[in-house]
């Protein structure tokens, strides 16, 4: 088991989330006129809703209920199919990540709520509760177990790995062990250059030149659907090629998955045997090590930790196990 | 570098021309104003500085300038409703509104919406809300178009321009008639 203290970790956890949760609190009763007075009973303008400025919880909720409830149904799918280790549960996630948040939602993670959070311009609370139960998820999904996201959720990433699962293995181009761990560090240099640029310039359109999630939108010029195009076509090549190297906000969840709680338990076998390491398509297992940042919790290992045919661990118990029973006879 | 005073020149230079660009943008801010004001308030012959308020507008004038006779009210959606944010950030937008509460233009300036390229910035947006009564419902998707995948922007504009016609309303206007 390699998991580095943690009690820090949920320490860790436990400050962010308060945090999270006071600012959340305090937010909606700011006001900015408070020597406003409340509008009087006999206000003449007799507004048709007035109500709706003194609006009650309720009815913000009712307003947003069936955005949320579906919302709601597509996590339950996916820490289902996360915590049972389904692989046909996880493909289902993808395809209804593609389908309901990409096309039909549109509203991903993007670098642009990393540009609202360096300024701390978030949208208002009760009226976008879908929102921040989106961004809440992930954050949290994150920091216990990693970048869930990036794997399962994100409507791209999710596009690219069905087509990798469609595109023919011969036409596949695996990239150096080497190569591959230099480039994994390009999304953060893109992550740190997008936010600076936008903290000089305060100029969020940069945003459709580093990352493609504009497309389920349908709305872009020319020369945006042409570089989607070149992308995808490398992607065929190189799997997952955006995800691994350069998204920014992969990069974001990266960091912040380094505080991850519950982390992939490695056997002692783990130090010599390399199925693992073979197996993972995301290149984040580099010896006996899971580089937190890298995994997408895809399951594919963990899928053969469970494999007692496959899994040296179980086959060497198995053994140990045949010849005490030999030596009982 | 070999010649240290050509640096210095370049440098020196380099920082006149920012100057310079910034004074020059500085200039005009009132011309500028006065045409924006106009495009939301056509009817208007001329416009009052800004008022403190609250909420902070201006002031729109019809007939001879020197009748000062009131048509109607201007101001930023971020300083009659400042506490209304879109995806990230307020959206700027110019709101004209006469004296019986009819909405006489809509000028979106600034914003950071990351779909707001197909969905505020289209000239279509602003100009469903001219002629709009304020005691409109003012609902996306019924009487305000909404425009798929960019919810937050719209319905964020949306309650901006409602809310602070509204409250301008509440503040300056008299209820026309009491007919109730």
Same mark, same amino acid.
């Given at each position: 088991? !390699?998991?580095?203290?943690?009690?820090?970790?949920?320490?860790?956890?436990?400050?962010?989330?308060?945090?999270? +949760?006071?600012?959340?609190?305090?937010?909606?009763?700011?006001?900015?006129?408070?020597?406003?007075?409340?509008?009087?009973?006999?206000?003449? &303008?007799?507004?048709?809703?007035?109500?709706?400025?003194?609006?009650?919880?309720?009815?913000?909720?009712?307003?947003?209920?069936?955005?949320?409830?579906?919302?709601?149904?597509?996590?339950?799918?996916?820490?289902?199919?996360?915590?049972?280790?389904?692989?046909?549960?996880? &493909?289902?996630?993808?395809?209804?990540?593609?389908?309901?948040?990409?096309?039909?939602?549109?509203?991903?993670?993007?670098?642009?709520?990393?540009?609202? @959070?360096?300024?701390?311009?978030?949208?208002?609370?009760?009226?976008?509760?879908?929102?921040?139960?989106?961004?809440?998820?992930? /954050?949290?999904?994150? *920091?216990?177990?990693?970048?869930?996201?990036?794997?399962?959720?994100?409507?791209?990433?999710?596009?690219?790995?069905? @087509?990798?699962?469609?595109?023919? %293995?011969?036409?596949?181009?695996?990239?150096?062990?080497?190569?591959?761990?230099?480039?994994?560090?390009?999304?953060?240099?893109?992550?740190?250059?997008?936010?600076?640029?936008? !903290?000089?310039?305060?100029?969020?359109?940069?945003?459709?030149?580093?990352?493609?999630?504009?497309?389920?939108?349908?709305?872009?010029?020319?020369?945006?659907?042409?570089?989607?195009?070149?992308?995808?076509?490398?992607?065929?090549?190189?799997?997952?090629?955006?995800?691994?190297?350069?998204?920014?906000?992969?990069?974001?969840?990266?960091?912040?998955?380094?505080?991850?709680?519950? #982390?992939?338990? $490695?056997?002692?076998?783990?130090?010599?045997?390399?199925?693992?390491?073979?197996?993972?398509? &995301?290149?984040?297992?580099?010896?006996?090590?899971?580089?937190?940042?890298?995994?997408?919790?895809?399951?594919?290992?963990?899928?053969?930790?469970? =494999?007692?045919?496959?899994?040296?661990? &179980?086959?060497?118990?198995?053994?140990?196990?045949? +010849?005490?029973?030999? $030596?009982?006879? | 570098?070999?010649?240290?005073?050509? /640096?210095?020149?370049?440098?020196?230079?380099?920082?006149?021309?920012v100057m310079l660009s910034f004074a020059a943008r500085q200039?005009?801010?009132?011309?500028?104003?006065?045409?924006?004001?106009?495009r939301v308030f056509p009817g208007a012959t001329s416009f009052?500085?800004?008022?403190?308020?609250?909420?902070?507008?201006?002031?729109?004038?019809?007939?001879?300038?020197?009748?000062?006779?009131?048509?109607?009210?201007?101001?930023?959606?971020?300083?009659?409703?400042? @506490?209304?944010?879109?995806?990230?950030?307020?959206?700027?937008?110019?709101?004209?509104?006469?004296?019986?509460?009819?909405?006489?233009?809509?000028? *979106?300036?600034?914003?950071?919406?990351?779909?707001?390229?197909? %969905?505020?910035?289209?000239?279509?947006?602003?100009?469903?809300?001219?002629?709009?009564?304020?005691?409109?419902?003012?609902?996306?998707?019924? =009487?305000?178009?909404?425009?798929?995948?960019?919810?937050?922007? !719209?319905?964020?504009?949306?309650?901006?321009?409602?809310?602070?016609? #509204?409250? *301008?309303? #509440?503040?300056?206007?008299?209820?026309?008639?009491?007919?109730?």
């Open positions: 088991m !390699i998991s580095s203290s943690p009690v820090r970790h949920a320490r860790l956890l436990i400050v962010m989330l308060l945090t999270l +949760a006071c600012t959340l609190a305090i937010q909606p009763r700011v006001h900015a006129f408070p020597q406003e007075a409340a509008p009087k009973a006999d206000d003449p &303008w007799n507004f048709a809703d007035e109500e709706e400025e003194v609006q009650t919880w309720s009815q913000d909720l009712k307003n947003q209920a069936i955005d949320l409830a579906a919302l709601v149904g597509f996590f339950t799918l996916t820490l289902v199919g996360f915590f049972k280790k389904s692989e046909r549960l996880k &493909w289902i996630t993808m395809g209804a990540a593609v389908v309901y948040l990409g096309f039909a939602r549109s509203q991903l993670i993007t670098v642009v709520n990393i540009f609202a @959070l360096t300024e701390w311009n978030l949208p208002v609370f009760r009226h976008n509760l879908a929102w921040y139960l989106f961004a809440i998820f992930t /954050v949290v999904t994150t *920091v216990l177990w990693g970048r869930l996201y990036c794997g399962r959720i994100c409507a791209f990433g999710s596009m690219t790995q069905l @087509l990798d699962k469609v595109v023919p %293995s011969k036409l596949r181009f695996e990239i150096p062990r080497r190569i591959e761990q230099r480039a994994n560090y390009i999304k953060y240099g893109l992550l740190t250059a997008t936010v600076l640029y936008f !903290i000089v310039t305060k100029d969020i359109s940069i945003y459709r030149y580093v990352e493609p999630f504009w497309m389920f939108s349908l709305n872009a010029s020319t020369g945006m659907w042409v570089g989607l195009a070149v992308l995808l076509v490398a992607t065929i090549f190189v799997r997952n090629l955006y995800c691994r190297f350069l998204c920014p906000v992969g990069a974001f969840l990266g960091l912040l998955s380094n505080l991850t709680v519950f #982390r992939i338990k $490695r056997w002692s076998e783990c130090n010599s045997c390399k199925i693992c390491e073979k197996t993972c398509e &995301w290149g984040a297992i580099r010896g006996p090590k899971i580089v937190a940042s890298e995994c997408v919790r895809c399951d594919d290992c963990e899928r053969l930790y469970m =494999d007692t045919e496959k899994c040296p661990h &179980w086959l060497i118990l198995k053994r140990k196990e045949r +010849a005490a029973a030999a $030596r009982v006879t | 570098m070999r010649n240290p005073r050509l /640096v210095i020149t370049i440098l020196l230079l380099a920082m006149a021309e200039a005009t801010p009132d011309a500028t104003l006065q045409a924006q004001l106009k009052s500085a800004k008022q403190p308020g609250p909420p902070p507008h201006f002031v729109a004038y019809s007939g001879d300038p020197s009748s000062k006779t009131i048509a109607g009210y201007v101001f930023w959606t971020t300083e009659a409703e400042p @506490l209304e944010r879109g995806y990230d950030g307020p959206i700027k937008m110019l709101v004209g509104m006469d004296t019986k509460g009819i909405l006489t233009g809509v000028l *979106v300036t600034e914003h950071r919406e990351p779909y707001g390229y197909f %969905s505020v910035e289209p000239p279509k947006f602003a100009q469903q809300f001219k002629n709009k009564d304020i005691r409109d419902p003012f609902k996306v998707g019924a =009487d305000v178009d909404a425009v798929s995948t960019a919810t937050i922007t !719209i319905n964020s504009s949306t309650r901006a321009i409602r809310n602070g016609a #509204r409250r *301008v309303a #509440r503040a300056f206007l008299t209820p026309p008639g009491t007919t109730k």
